[in-house]
């Protein structure tokens, strides 16, 4: 009787003490209210073609900056991206470059939708 009430007891504390809910962040998160965020599926399709196999590309949105990184995960930011426009309607992207080659650029200017400007960093 007092092993069948402590194998009980052992069940419920178990279950309750080892539940756990995974949490999954998006690194898109806040980005909603952003132009930029339109063109996810670009931005990720671009950092794709950068990565190597030893140096993967991924992308993030900066609420800070208030603009999309590509960066290398644990290392540096290659380039930073901002959608500007009027009235709704996304007219320009403007990519301040980092570390970006020219094959690079010329990947933006291919998969963007939009007119691409490049812009040093101040």
């Known amino acids: 009787m007092l092993f069948k009430w402590l194998r009980q007891a052992l069940r419920r ?19 909603g209210c952003s132009y930029v965020s339109l063109f996810r599926k670009q931005l990720d399709e671009i950092a ?16 800070k900056l208030n603009c999309v990184e ?22 320009t992207a403007i990519v301040t470059p980092l570390s970006l080659s020219e094959s690079a650029k010329g990947l933006f200017t291919k998969i963007m939708p939009l007119p691409v400007e490049f812009r040093t960093a101040t």
Not at 48 to 62: A, Y
């Open 48 to 63: 794709g073609g950068l990565s190597q196999t030893d140096r993967p590309v991924r992308t993030r949105f900066n609420t």
């Open 13 to 31: 504390t178990s279950a309750a003490t080892f539940k756990t809910v995974d949490k999954v962040v998006d690194p898109w998160g806040g980005s």
């Open 70 to 91: 590509l960066h290398i995960p644990f290392g540096e930011v290659i380039a930073q991206v901002v959608v500007h426009g009027e009235m709704c309607s996304p007219e």
